[in-house]
């Protein structure tokens, strides 16, 4: 099973990035997928979150309607799109695989990737 994000990097506020992860080793369309983001000394973060199967969303109130999350389970791959961004969505990105209700750990998860560092400063 592997789980790579990719598409971070540093961006002045008010710009765009869109995160990818892509998936092996398992049938992506059967997991529920989340993005969440973590900041050295501070708890983990869930971001938002793709049902299976289907097309139902959730955001966390920070970043909602400046992110989307998507899946393309042809391609085995999530996406993140973050527009808007601010100098407070700075911090490292995963990517994970299962339903987890309020997540502090990455380890809660089934699957997870390594991250991709996001950089919002001028």
């Known amino acids: 099973v592997d789980l790579a994000e990719s598409g971070g990097g540093q961006v002045q506020p008010g710009g765009s990035l869109r995160l990818s992860c892509v998936t092996s080793?398992?049938?992506?369309?059967?997991?529920?997928m989340d993005w969440v983001r973590q900041v050295p000394g501070k708890g983990l973060e869930w971001v938002a979150r793709i049902k299976s199967w289907c097309v139902h969303t959730y955001y966390a109130d920070s970043v909602a309607g400046r992110f989307t999350i998507s899946r393309d389970d042809a391609k085995n791959t999530l996406y993140l799109q973050m527009n808007s961004l601010k100098v407070e969505d700075t911090a490292m990105y995963y990517c994970a695989a299962g339903f987890v209700q309020r997540p502090k750990s990455l380890s809660e998860y089934t699957y997870r990737g390594q991250g991709t560092q996001v950089t919002v400063s001028s």
């Open positions: 080793g398992f049938k992506l369309s059967t997991y529920d």
